[in-house]
Nanobody
């Protein structure tokens, strides 16, 4: 499964970005998907996830600033990021979970796929 992220870049604190994630193997309506981020030397963390019903869960530090959504017509996952902070600087990955439900433990299980990431830098 090839997931491709786009939309990263460099912005000033308080700015906004919208990340996109596309793939062609699955219709995203029926799957749990998520956005993760990682900085060098730290563990990857899940920023947000959206299940097949559209229910969302966010990392506490991004609540009220980030919005995860699915565009079912375009089969695209988005992450809208507003009021960005320097602490949001990271490599952002999208992921699709094709075997397990959204909250079935670690996202390193068979059927979990990740893209290569898009860099977000906030200064």
């Amino acid at each position: 499964v090839q997931l491709v992220e786009s939309g990263g870049g460099s912005v000033q604190a308080g700015g906004s970005l919208r990340l996109s994630c596309t793939q062609s193997e699955y219709r995203i309506r029926g799957y749990c998907m998520g956005w993760f981020r990682q900085v060098p030397g730290k563990e990857r963390e899940r920023v947000a996830r959206i299940d097949r019903f559209g229910d969302t869960v966010y990392l506490d530090s991004v609540k009220g600033r980030f919005t995860i959504s699915k565009d079912l017509a375009d089969n695209t996952l988005y992450l809208r990021m507003d009021n960005l902070e320097p602490e949001d600087t990271a490599l952002y990955f999208c992921a699709i979970r094709t075997t397990y439900s959204c909250d079935s433990g670690s996202w390193r299980r068979p059927g979990d796929y990740y893209g290569q990431g898009t860099q977000v830098t906030v200064s």
